[in-house]
C-alpha cells in the first residue's frame, strides 16, 4: 500500500529525494566524503553523466571502488572516477561554474581510524571551493553528525557559515530529527543564481 | 529543463511533496486551520476520497469556500467538508485512527485581524487531539511562523512537545530556513505504528 513507509524515517530519504530530483542528464556531480561509497554509489545510479568521488584515505577510496564494481554496470562505472584527494579543495580537472551537485557527509569513516575525521577549518575551506565549482541551480548536500563533539562543533561552524550567505543567491535549509537528538541533520544550500 | 527551479525556494515547496506522496486513493485527511484556503486547496487536488477543512473564524470558512469553489470541479468539491470550528478538537463525526494526514498553518488569518491568532494552549490541546485521529503511518504537518513573538512562543512549544514524542513511535522533523531568520518552518510528524 505505501511507496514507502514510513516517509521520512531518517534525513536520508529527504537527501535521496532531493539528489534524485535535482540531477539531471549531462550534469557533473561530486561526493567530496566518499567513505565507504554509499553515497557515491546512489549517486552513480542517478542521471548525471559524470561522478568524481574523492577521499582523502586510500582505505576509503578502496572501499568504495569495490561497492561500486559490484553494484554498477560497466556503462554507469565508465562515467565515474574515485580520486584520492582532501575535500579541502577539488581536483583540477573539474571547472568552475559546472557541478549540479556536491554532497559531503561528514564526520569520521564508519569501521576505520576514528581519529581520521573531517575538521572545522578544512570543511570550511572546501565549502567555499565547493561554492566557485556550482552551476546557478546547483545545490551542496551536507550530512552532519552533532552527536560527537568535533561533529557539534562542525555542524554549528557550517550553520553559522550558510547563514550568511545571501538570501538572493542562496537557499539554504536545515532538515533535522526533533525527537532523536543524536541524530545526523541534512543542510541543503542551493545557488538559485 | 528545470522541472522546478529552485528546487525548494521555501518550507511549502517540501510541504507540497510530502502531502502528495503520503496522501493514498481512500484517505481522510484535514486542514486543521484553513485561513484563506490556500493549503485547503492544495490537500483537495490530492488523491484523498475526503477533506475537512476547519477555521473558527467564520470570514476564513467563507474565503476558503469562495476559493475551493472558484478552483475545483463539481466531484472535487462533493469530497470537502467546511466547517466552523475551533483547531481545539475536531468534528466528532471524524473517528479516531482514521485520518492520514492534518495539516496546520499556524497565526493570523492573512488580512484578517491580527490579535486573533493561534494560541500556544489551543495548539498544544489540537495536538493531542490530531494525535488520536491519525493512522499509522499517518503524519501531523505544521508550518510555524517565529517572525513574530506568539509564533516564536508558539513553535518552541511545539518543538518541546514534539522533541518528547517515543523515537519508537514517532518520527519528528523540523524543515527550516538557515538564512533566512524570519522565514516560516515545517514541522512533519509522522506516527509510525
New interface residues.
Partial sequence: ???Q???????ID?AH??WK??V?PGDTIIDATCGNGHDTLVLCKLDADAVYGIDLQQSAVNNTNQLLKQNLSPQQLSRVKILLHSHACFPAEIPENSVRLIVYNLGYLPGGNKNITTMVETTLASLEAARKLLLP?G?ISITCYPGHEEGQKEKNAI?DY??????QV????????????QAPSL????K?K
Fill in positions: 500500500m505505501y511507496s513507509f514510513p516517509l521520512f524515517q531518517s534525513h529527504l529525494r532531493y530530483e535535482l539531471l541551480g545545490a550553520i550558510a547563514s550568511k550567505l545571501s538570501p542562496w537557499n539554504c535549509f536545515e532538515f533535522s530529527s526533533l525527537n532523536r537528538k543542510l541543503l544550500l542551493q538559485t
